[in-house]
């Protein structure tokens, strides 16, 4: 429910490097049009910024490499900044964030791999002095690639790192095969080399692959995982989509006056805010009372916002849009936010705005299995929305828009339904 206080100040330190290396450009800005066609005034901003995220990761570097083991909420701390910094480098566009999540535990910091990519990463920088190279080990979510280096000039980089001498060979073998295809040359490669060395160049042919593969979804729009065999398209146009922020920043201040703090968004997102110490420490208790009271059952999302901090592709606390003073009472201790969404509640909502809603046939039900995304289930049931033509799966997906970054319910189902 809150970290430990003696981190606060570190924590704090951190933030202001990995978000804020350009704030003293701030007041120049007046709106985005001018960043974007100042030439002089945007190569200040990417120079700062990059600095700073440059700083922030080498001071996490050094935490790590100066104790033996991080205690697990430290070590969220540590991944959260780092998560902070990878999503200003995506724009915040999830749909490209999910390319990089492969589903699996990220590595522990104490590999032995872990200096090698250190000093790739302080190698990759050199003559770069507007660029960013993030370790992709310190993250929660990026798994592909070993550094993700973003130049303003070229835009985003995935880099493997690799030590050894086989991996050399093997990697040397790689672009020979890439240009010759000659399948002798392979055979006689894996006589020679052995089992391991084709297992190697496979694994590192696989990495290659789900490389390209995020470098094309990101460029393009388009490809297909070479992990699942999913057709990915992700829309040219860049649709807005309504949030619910400026709410959440309402109920924060709010309960800085008085205590505590609720309401409801779109009649199905239920907000609690709790501040005074009376009700922080039960406030969750509280606000289960109040959803289930309004509708709320046990298989209906629930979540408090500092569990954004370990949770996968979820937008860290430092990149959300409230006051600095928010964030880090949330973080600490000093503010409780829970959240709750009542399905019934966001079904009735969809159908007053003109959606159609159906549970899924058993046939369809089972494809949607065979696929291997599974649909959120109520009451048993997958739930298909539709307008038109066009119809959308519920998915889990759609909670952590919502809940964790910032979507509101409606907009966020109506932008998929428009884009299917």
Request: hydrophobic share 40%; with cysteine; glycine share 6%.
């Amino acid at each position: 429910m809150a970290y430990p206080a003696e981190y606060e100040e570190f924590t704090k330190s951190l933030y202001a490097k990995a978000c804020q290396g350009s704030r003293h450009l701030w007041e120049e800005i007046n709106d985005l049009d001018e960043l974007r066609n100042g030439a002089e005034l945007t190569k200040q901003f990417y120079s700062s910024a990059n600095k700073g995220m440059m700083a922030a990761q080498d001071d996490i570097v050094a935490m790590i490499q100066s104790e033996d083991k991080l205690d697990f909420p430290k070590e969220l701390l540590l991944r959260g900044i780092a998560d902070a910094m990878a999503w200003q480098l995506l724009g915040h566009q999830l749909a490209h964030a999910r390319r990089f999540f492969k589903s699996k535990a990220q590595p522990d910091l104490y590999n032995s791999n872990f200096k090698s990519v250190v000093f790739a990463a302080q190698e990759s920088l050199k003559g770069k002095s507007n660029a960013v190279s993030l370790i992709s080990d310190l993250t929660s979510f990026i798994q592909v690639g070993d550094l993700l280096v973003y130049e303003p000039e070229k835009g985003l980089t995935i880099i493997e790192v690799k030590e050894g001498s086989m991996n050399a060979k093997v990697s040397d073998f790689m672009k020979f095969y890439a240009e010759s295809q000659c399948d002798r040359a392979l055979q006689c490669f894996a006589n020679r080399e052995g089992k391991q060395a084709v297992k190697q160049l496979q694994r590192m042919a696989r990495q290659t692959s789900r490389m390209s593969h995020v470098t094309s979804v990101i460029g393009t729009g388009q490809g297909v995982d070479p992990d699942t065999n999913e057709k990915i398209r992700i829309p040219e146009p860049f649709f807005p989509i309504d949030t619910w922020d400026d709410r959440l920043n309402y109920a924060l201040d709010q309960a800085s006056s008085k205590g505590w703090a609720i309401d409801v968004i779109d009649n199905c997102l239920f907000l609690g805010v709790y501040a005074s110490d009376r009700m922080r420490v039960g406030g969750h208790v509280a606000f289960n009372a109040w959803f289930d009271q309004m509708g709320g059952t046990p298989e209906c999302p629930r979540s408090r916002l500092i569990d954004c901090m370990r949770t996968p592709l979820a937008l860290p606390i430092f990149n959300r849009d409230i006051s600095d003073e928010d964030k880090f009472d949330v973080l600490f201790g000093r503010k409780q936010v829970c959240m709750g969404i009542c399905i019934e509640s966001l079904l009735s909502e969809c159908e007053e705005t003109g959606f159609s809603v159906r549970f899924a046939t058993n046939k369809e039900l089972g494809r949607l299995d065979n696929t291997g995304n599974r649909p959120y289930r109520h009451k048993g049931k997958a739930i298909l929305i539709g307008k038109g033509n066009n119809e959308v799966v519920l998915m889990d997906g759609i909670f952590l828009r919502i809940m964790f970054h910032g979507q509101s319910p409606i907009s966020a189902i109506k932008t998929f339904l428009e884009n299917v």
